[in-house]
């Protein structure tokens, strides 16, 4: 295993990066505002925390909130804002959940919450920005052993009693049984959306952002999310498989039935194409992959 590197938690996003990587249902697609569609006394307590506007550089990439934006100010430090508005995005509570991983992580070297914003039906995180580039999930690529040490850095964190984060079993409570409840518990932090664009590689350290997935559970799941992205980034099946058991010491802590839980789970919430639910397989349940394949 290589030694450990310097992990930067940023529970916010950094430029262009306030996308979600693993889209969850909704009746409907909540409204983006642009800077001056804000309430006024919403934009009046930004620039209170973080200095008159001079810029608004909004992401290109898909996002979740109803606004999300770099912004400049007289201060000469842009920070990262990310609001929600309660009455038309339910998905508020995505920015909650961030806002208790940022108390619980943001510490240190770490870049962290700035402030938090809450004004008539708005809520707001706001965050230092960080620049970098994605993480390269790509074959032999040199940023996976820091992927791979930061992640066990993460899943150390054993979060405190009553953090209002949600669990593995909280999220897909819907589609597991109780059996599949008990296999799938643990008190691990994870990220749970490590996209290649959440994951920032900054002056030799790795960086995760975006914690509205922020989730408590086993540790083995963790590998098991990055097992798809490796694949996607040209990995065989082989050697994704091998990464996942060498850099996840916890992965024979989840038995088979665990994994073939998280799978029929996964398939049963039906957020991502059959077919990457099959390839999937290839890790979490060999013997229904191979029977897919033989069926093909």
């Not at 940022?102 to 240190?108: Q, R, V, Y």
């Not at 850095?153 to 669990?167: H, S």
Request: glycine letters at 8%; proline letters at 7%; aromatic letters at 6%.
């Amino acid at each position: 295993m290589p030694p450990d590197r310097p992990l930067r938690v940023d529970p916010g996003n950094s430029a262009g990066a306030d996308r979600e990587s693993e889209p969850v249902p909704t009746d409907t697609t909540p409204r983006r505002y642009t800077w001056t569609e804000l309430p006024a006394e919403l934009r009046a307590a930004i620039e209170q925390a973080a200095g008159r506007v001079t810029a608004v550089e909004t992401p290109t990439d898909a996002y979740t909130s109803s606004f999300a934006a770099v912004l400049s100010t007289d201060r000469g430090r842009p920070v990262f804002v990310k609001l929600a508005n309660r009455v038309d995005n339910a998905r508020s509570a995505v920015s909650q959940a961030q806002e208790k991983v940022a108390a619980m992580l943001g510490c240190g070297p770490a870049a962290h919450l700035l402030d938090v914003l809450c004004v008539g039906t708005w809520s707001g995180l706001l965050y230092t920005v960080v620049s970098g580039r994605s993480a390269n999930y790509a074959p032999g690529s040199p940023d996976l052993p820091l992927v791979a040490a930061a992640l066990r850095r993460v899943n150390a964190i054993r979060p405190a009693a009553g953090t209002r984060l949600p669990t593995l079993v909280d999220r897909m409570a819907r589609y597991l049984t109780p059996r599949d409840r008990s296999l799938l518990r643990g008190d691990s932090l994870l990220h749970h959306d490590l996209s290649p664009g959440n994951v920032r590689m900054h002056n030799g350290e790795v960086v995760l952002l975006d914690w509205g997935r922020a989730t408590i559970g086993p540790q083995w799941v963790e590998g098991a999310g990055l097992y798809m992205w490796l694949r996607e980034a040209g990995h065989s099946a082989d050697s994704a498989r091998q990464w996942v058991i060498e850099s996840c010491p916890s992965w024979f802590a989840g038995s088979l039935a665990a994994r073939r839980a998280l799978l029929r789970a996964a398939r049963a919430e039906n957020v991502r194409p059959a077919a990457e639910f099959d390839m999937w397989a290839e890790l979490l349940d060999p013997l229904e992959a191979g029977r897919r394949g033989a069926n093909a």
